[in-house]
T-cell receptor, first 113, second 110 residues
Framework: EAGVAQSPRYKIIEKRQSVAFWCNPI?????LYWYQQILGQGPKLLIQ????????DSQLPKDRFSAERLKGVDSTLKIQPAKLEDSAVYLC???????????FGNGTRLTVT | QKEVEQNSGPLSVPEGAIASLNCTYS??????FFWYRQYSGKSPELIMS????GDKEDGRFTAQLNKASQYVSLLIRDSQPSDSATYLC??????????FGAGTRLTVKP
């Protein structure tokens, strides 16, 4: 089966610019997660979707981050405006149901200058 | 704040030795526990899962869980240079959240 697809692979922007990341989960996986992984740290959950509904977005900085999964399949994570501390790898993961195991995509490495 | 704690390392072992990785968690009601391996610049990949107290073995890997002590460990026997990576402990809680530790960086020296 095809894995979790993410794009772009790398992105470099200046602070205060906006950026969007795209994720296509494994076919049939109802649950989709966005994680932020800062260098040297473990992944931190930003938002979890079950189909097209938000299950948990308690750690999403809602003043600048937004995410949607309109049709319950692919998802977009946006940052506007970006800050230097947003430099990280953004990982998308999916699972058939809201339970493990999680299957990760290759991530998008964001550098904010 | 629910926490998952790991020694950041680096942990260095010679080839053929046993590598021991440890993890503690704060949420007592957590039920599922996982070890992910992450090579530099790559995404995490699941290597072990454990749900009940005791040991679970899979090839050279053994996961150990002690819910009373809120402690999970991973043993890697006959360590190989290809095992050099960061190992992430993850805990799945009753809120359907998967929380990760900061990871332990393991280096296996030939």
């Amino acid at each position: 089966e095809a894995g979790v697809a993410q794009s772009p692979r790398y992105k470099i922007i200046e602070k205060r610019q906006s950026v969007a990341f795209w994720c296509n989960p494994i076919s049939g996986h109802a649950t989709l997660y966005w994680y932020q992984q800062i260098l040297g740290q473990g992944p931190k959950l930003l938002i979890q979707f079950q189909n097209n509904g938000v299950v948990d977005d308690s750690q999403l900085p809602k003043d600048r981050f937004s995410a949607e999964r309109l049709k319950g399949v692919d998802s977009t994570l946006k940052i506007q405006p970006a800050k230097l501390e947003d430099s990280a790898v953004y990982l998308c993961a999916s699972s058939p149901s809201p339970s493990p195991p999680l299957h990760f995509g290759n991530g998008t490495r964001l550098t904010v200058t | 704040q629910k926490e998952v704690e790991q020694n950041s390392g680096p942990l260095s072992v010679p080839e053929g030795a046993i590598a021991s990785l440890n993890c503690t968690y704060s949420d007592r009601v957590s039920q599922s526990f996982f070890w992910y391996r992450q090579y530099s610049g790559k995404s995490p990949e699941l290597i072990m899962s454990i749900y009940s107290n005791g040991d679970k073995e899979d090839g050279r890997f053994t996961a150990q869980l002690n819910k009373a002590s809120q402690y999970v460990s991973l043993l890697i026997r006959d360590s190989q240079p290809s095992d050099s990576a960061t190992y992430l402990c993850a805990v799945f809680d009753n809120n359907n959240d998967m929380r990760f530790g900061a990871g332990t960086r393991l280096t296996v020296k030939p």
